[in-house]
């Protein structure tokens, strides 16, 4: 049975706000505004979006005509539309990382329980082909290892470099990889890290101890001219390797916006089919990342081994 196309808003008209309506538009679906503080980017948006609404004011959403809302605000701006949307059931995506740290989106936590509201945050890697294939080459293997590094520039976006508004560094980035551990090998359980700066987290080693036992390691830094992402899974038999910006097999490609492409149509799917077990990373998985990259912050600048806190509110 074909689905009714679905009426999408768009919060934040940055990067991955185009980003994201651009493939809501292509798979037929309806974005009903855009907002954003700077008013030229809604505008610029809305222009793109055949006419759609500019609302300059984002607690101005009409909630009840709108079947999905998409949040692309700097992290230090999450969480009051998504805890409304979460409030009035409505459907909600949510870039990464999801704040500055977990207790600015405890609202949200709350709001969940018991809502029917669909929800997604956007850990495209997820999405990857390559990443989805190493998961599956996991099965019937023991894991003795994870090694990971992430070295590429800094954003050029004004808000990136204030850790009041992006957390820093390595909450912002690395995250991605953080997320990555997690879907591999389940949550962990306690970090220790060093940075070059416990403060603002340019450059930091991480080792983790997951809650299986298996131990990792995460090297990152934001000062490289290059993107060099590597990442290995280390079992009995031999090791998995994916590298590259796009975490590609030796040899293999795929386009850069496959995984951006890939987790909204995911997504909307979900929305039209009611179905939060089709998504790759729910906003409930997404705090436990936000947990672990918040005790890595704790773990540099205590220096002391940290463990990572339990996700007492989320449902």
Excluded at 127 to 147: C, D, F, H, M, N
Aim: glycine share 8%; proline share 3%; charged share 20%.
């Amino acid at each position: 049975m074909t689905q009714s196309p679905l009426s999408i808003g768009i919060v934040g008209c940055g990067r991955m706000g185009r980003q994201h309506a651009s493939t809501c538009a292509k798979l037929g679906h309806r974005i009903a505004f855009v907002s954003d503080t700077a008013s030229e980017c809604a505008e610029a948006l809305a222009a793109d979006c055949n006419g759609a609404k500019v609302v300059t004011d984002a607690e101005n959403i009409a909630w009840e005509c709108i079947d999905a809302v998409i949040v692309c605000t700097p992290p230090a701006a999450r969480g009051p539309i998504e805890c409304r949307a979460a409030q009035t059931g409505t459907a909600f995506f949510a870039e990464k990382p999801i704040g500055l740290h977990s207790d600015q989106v405890k609202g949200v936590w709350e709001a969940l329980r018991g809502s029917s509201a669909i929800h997604s945050v956007g850990y495209m890697n997820r999405y990857r082909e390559s990443v989805r294939r190493a998961r599956q080459a996991l099965t019937g293997k023991e894991v003795i290892g994870l090694s990971a590094s992430w070295a590429a520039g800094k954003y050029s976006k004004p808000w990136w470099g204030n850790k009041d508004q992006s957390g820093g560094p390595f909450n912002e980035q690395c995250t991605h990889f953080v997320d990555l551990f997690r879907y591999y090998l389940g949550d962990i359980d306690e970090v220790v890290a060093i940075a070059d700066s416990p403060d603002d987290l340019h450059s930091a080693a991480v080792v983790c101890r997951f809650k299986s036992g298996v131990c990792g390691s995460l090297l990152y830094s934001c000062q490289s001219q290059t993107k060099q992402m590597s990442f290995t899974i280390l079992c009995r038999d031999g090791s998995i390797e994916l590298s590259g910006y796009d975490l590609m097999f030796a040899g293999s490609c795929q386009p850069v916006t496959a995984a951006w492409s890939a987790e909204m149509e995911t997504f909307c799917h979900a929305v039209q089919e009611q179905r939060q077990d089709v998504v790759e990373s729910s906003f409930h998985d997404a705090v436990q990342t936000q947990l672990t990259v918040d005790a890595i912050g704790e773990a540099t600048a205590s220096g002391q081994r940290v463990s990572v806190r339990a996700p007492s509110l989320c449902v």
